[in-house]
């Protein structure tokens, strides 16, 4: 199993980033896919699944509204899109799996913003 984020990169508030997750290894369109997100000095947390029937989605109440979850069979890869971005979005984002009863993460992308 493998998972590969980009798309990461610094922003000013109130701008956008799309990440993306390349993910290999496993027959990723039976898998839910979860983003989360670490920042410094914090503890890891849930940003947004999308189950794998692709029409069920859950976020946290702090991204709500501002980002989108999605994937791509096809492509194998799961999207975030994060608008309306926030200086407390700065963090290591990392997409993850679970194939019972291990969990897979990929190596994460930094995503900072700030003025």
């Known amino acids: 199993v493998q998972l590969v984020e980009s798309g990461g990169g610094l922003v000013q508030p109130g701008g956008s980033l799309r990440l993306s997750c390349l993910a290999s290894?496993?027959?990723?369109?039976?898998?839910?896919m979860s983003w989360y997100r670490e920042a410094p000095g914090k503890e890891r947390e849930f940003v947004a699944t999308?189950?794998?029937?692709?029409?069920?989605?859950n976020y946290a109440d702090s991204v709500r509204g501002r980002f989108t979850i999605s994937r791509d069979n096809a492509k194998n890869t799961v999207y975030l899109q994060m608008n309306s971005l926030k200086p407390e979005d700065t963090a290591v984002y990392s997409c993850?799996?679970?194939?019972?009863?291990?969990?897979?993460w990929g190596p994460g992308t930094q995503v900072t913003v700030s003025s």
């Open positions: 993850t799996v679970r194939l019972w009863p291990t969990d897979y």
């Open positions: 999308v189950y794998s029937n692709a029409g069920t989605t």
């Open positions: 290894g496993f027959a990723f369109s039976r898998y839910h």
